[in-house]
């Protein structure tokens, strides 16, 4: 799973740490999906969509659907490289692929996920993707078929 060409791909670096670990000591599979979500978190971020900016517009990003492939365990102390991107858009959602790596060692993928969120509105009814959204994440303006 690797990014179309021109899509920014955002990384977010966690550690594993001990209370995270489960009784086979390595990170629990939850863990990972704590991880994941504070990666799609810190990548709205790096776009200037803050928690405070898409509560101020006021949107909300729901997930609806999360694929997720664990490959390697990862054990305390490791250091995980989260790459994230927006992968695809349809009219009121965008998938989001992220991939965590040992920041040691890029080629051992640890975890892939692909996750599909809504973007609601004030009334937490799904809207269109916000255009602004679209042209910062790389995405094609709403209506352009997809390459």
Same mark, same amino acid.
């Not at 990862?74 to 490289?81: F, N, V």
């Not at 965590?100 to 609601?120: I, K, N, Q, S, Y």
């Given at each position: 799973?690797?990014?179309?060409?021109? +899509?920014?791909?955002? !990384? !977010?670096?966690?550690?594993?740490?001990?209370? @995270?670990?489960?009784? /086979?000591?390595?990170?629990?599979? !939850?863990?990972?999906?704590?991880?994941? @979500?504070?990666?799609? /978190?810190?990548?709205?971020?790096? =776009?200037?969509? *803050?928690?405070?900016?898409? %509560? @101020?517009? =006021?949107? =909300?990003?729901? +997930?609806?659907?999360? &694929?997720?492939?664990?490959?390697? &365990?990862?054990?305390?102390?490791? @250091?995980?490289?989260?790459? !994230?991107?927006?992968?695809?858009? %349809?009219? #009121?959602? $965008? $998938?989001?692929?992220?991939?965590? +790596?040992?920041?040691?060692?890029?080629?051992? $993928? $640890?975890?892939?996920?692909?996750? *599909?969120?809504?973007?609601?509105?004030?009334?937490? %009814?799904?809207?269109?993707?916000?255009?602004?959204? %679209?042209? +910062?994440? =790389?995405?094609?303006?709403?209506? #352009?078929?997809?390459?």
């Amino acid at each position: 799973m690797a990014p179309s060409e021109n +899509v920014p791909v955002h !990384t !977010t670096r966690v550690s594993v740490r001990s209370y @995270e670990l489960d009784s /086979f000591a390595h990170a629990n599979h !939850t863990v990972l999906l704590n991880y994941l @979500e504070h990666a799609r /978190f810190q990548t709205l971020a790096a =776009g200037g969509f *803050t928690y405070a900016a898409l %509560r @101020e517009r =006021g949107w =909300g990003v729901f +997930v609806v659907r999360i &694929e997720v492939d664990y490959v390697k &365990e990862a054990r305390l102390g490791d @250091e995980l490289d989260i790459h !994230t991107w927006a992968a695809s858009a %349809r009219r #009121t959602s $965008v $998938v989001m692929a992220q991939e965590a +790596v040992r920041a040691d060692d890029p080629d051992t $993928v $640890v975890v892939r996920a692909r996750v *599909t969120a809504v973007w609601v509105g004030p009334d937490r %009814r799904p809207i269109p993707v916000p255009e602004e959204v %679209r042209a +910062v994440f =790389g995405l094609p303006r709403a209506g #352009t078929p997809a390459p």
